[in-house]
C-alpha cells in the first residue's frame, strides 16, 4: 500500500507505529519475557550500589544484560544460568563461600566473564562451564584452586589473554580420589572435557599439574601459550603436561612450554597438527602415544629436553618435518611397535647420547635429515 504524503499520510505511519508498539507489548508483558533480550541494561555490583552481592544481580537481570562488578572482596559461589556479560571494574576478588562449590559455575551460552581474580576454591574449580556454547573467558587471574578454567561438554567458546597459576594439588596418582565427582583429571590450569571447537589463546599457565588437558575433545586451537613449571617434578603418576591432547584434529601451535615431564603429550586420537612450538627443559618434548596415528609435527624447536621427540606404542603413519631438536640427551626416538612414519628435512644436533633411538619398530623413514649418530634395536630404519 502506497502511504500518501502530507498530514494524513504521516497520521497513518503514526497509528501503525502504535499498532506495533501495542502488540509487542501484548505478546510480551513481562519485564523477564523473551523480548526483554532485545534491549540490554547495566547492573552495578558494589559498595553503596543497588546490588551489594554479584548473585543478586544475575538474579535481577534479564538475558544479555551487563553486570559491572566494581572494585572489593567478594565471598560468593556464583551460579550463572542466563545470557550475561559480566566484567571486573579495576580489582575483583572472587573468594569461595565455600571451598568446596566452584567461583563461576556456568550453565546458559553466551556468557562473557572478564576481569576477576578467582583464588581459593581449593576443592573444586575456580570456573566451570557446563552444557554451553559461546561463552568468553578473558583477561582473568585464576589461582590456587584445584582445577583453574574446566570447559565439560561444549563447543565454541573462548578461553583467551588469562593468567592461570597454582593448581598442584590433586596429581592422580595410583589410589588418590578426586575430591569431584564430574572429573577424575588431575589438577589443571586449563581443562577441556568432552568439548570441541574451543580456542585457547594467549594464556600464562604457571606451576599447574597439567597446563591445559584435553580429554576427549576435538576440533580444538591452542595457540600462543606458555606453560611453565618453577622447577621440574617427578611423581608417581603418568600425569604432567605442559599440554596435552586425547583428541581428533586439535591444532598446538606458537606455545611456549618449560619444566614439564610431557611437554606435548598426544594419546590416541589422529589428525593433530603440533605446530611450531618451542619446548625446553623438559623430560620429554613431544611425545606421541598409544596409536596417535596421521598427526603432523612440524617446525618446532625442542631444546635441552631428556628426549626431543618420541612415538611410544603403535604410533604409526605420522609426519614429522621441519623440526630443530637440539642439545636433548636423544633427538628422536621410536618405540614398540610405532611404525611407518617420515621424518623429513629434521635437524637433530648436540644430542648428549644418539639423535636417532630406534627399539621393536620398523619401516620408519629418514628423509633429507641432518644428524650423526643412530642406533637400531630389533628395528629397521630406513634412510635417504
Known amino acids: 500500500m502506497e502511504i500518501k504524503k502530507g498530514v ?24 523477564k519475557s523473551k523480548c526483554s533480550e532485545l534491549v540490554s541494561k547495566e547492573l552495578i555490583v558494589g559498595l553503596g550500589e543497588k546490588y551489594a552481592s554479584i548473585q543478586q544481580a544475575i538474579d535481577a537481570a534479564s538475558p ?17 544460568n542466563k545470557k550475561l556479560t559480566l566484567k571486573a571494574n579495576n580489582t575483583v576478588i572472587i573468594n569461595p563461600a565455600d571451598k568446596n562449590l566452584p567461583g563461576f559455575s556456568v550453565t546458559a551460552d553466551d556468557v562473557t566473564i572478564s576481569g576477576f581474580t578467582v583464588s581459593g576454591f581449593s576443592n573444586s574449580y575456580g570456573m566451570i562451564f557446563k552444557d554451553v556454547k559461546n561463552c568468553i573467558v578473558s583477561d582473568n587471574f585464576v589461582d590456587s584452586n584445584m582445577w583453574g578454567i574446566v570447559i565439560y561438554s561444549s563447543a565454541n567458546c573462548e578461553i583467551t589473554n588469562n593468567e592461570v597459576t ?16 564430574l572429573l577424575g583429571e588431575p589438577s589443571s590450569g586449563i581443562q577441556l572435557i568432552k568439548s570441541e571447537y574451543i580456542l585457547i589463546k594467549d594464556n600464562k599457565l604457571q ?11 576435538h576440533n580444538n586451537i591452542i595457540l600462543n601459550n606458555r606453560a611453565k613449571l618453577t622447577e621440574r617434578r617427578y611423581e608417581s603418576t603418568r600425569y604432567n603436561n605442559g599440554i596435552s591432547s586425547f583428541g581428533f584434529n586439535n591444532t598446538i601451535k606458537n606455545n611456549v612450554i618449560e619444566k614439564y615431564a610431557d611437554a606435548i603429550n598426544l594419546v590416541g586420537g589422529s589428525d593433530n597438527k603440533i605446530l611450531t612450538n618451542t619446548i625446553f627443559d623438559s623430560a620429554v618434548a613431544i611425545n606421541l602415544d598409544h596409536r596417535s596415528t596421521y598427526s603432523i609435527i612440524r617446525g618446532n624447536t625442542a631444546k635441552n629436553n631428556d628426549h626431543g621427540i618420541v612415538l611410544w606404542d603403535k604410533c604409526s603413519k605420522n609426519i614429522i618435518e621441519n623440526n630443530h631438536l637440539i642439545d636433548n640427551n636423544i633427538g628422536l626416538a621410536f618405540y614398540y611397535s610405532s ?46
Open 207 to 217: 606451576d599447574n599439574v597439567n597446563g591445559i588437558d584435553m580429554v576427549d575433545s
Open 339 to 384: 611404525d611407518y612414519n617420515i621424518v623429513k628435512n629434521t635437524v637433530i644436533t648436540e644430542s648428549r647420547e644418539v639423535d636417532i633411538d630406534s627399539k621393536d619398530s620398523n619401516n620408519n623413514q629418514i628423509i633429507d635429515s641432518l644428524f650423526k649418530t643412530h642406533q637400531e634395536r630389533n628395528s629397521t630404519l630406513e634412510i635417504i
Open 8 to 31: 494524513g499520510g504521516y497520521l497513518v505511519m503514526f497509528i501503525v507505529f502504535c499498532v506495533i508498539i501495542f502488540l509487542v507489548y501484548l505478546y510480551c508483558p513481562g519485564e
Open 166 to 181: 597454582n593448581h598442584m594439588d590433586f596429581w592422580g596418582k595410583e589410589g588418590e580420589k578426586s575430591p569431584s565427582n
Open 64 to 80: 544479555r544484560d551487563i553486570i559491572i562488578v566494581n572494585s572489593g572482596e567478594y565471598n560468593e559461589n556464583i551460579e550463572i
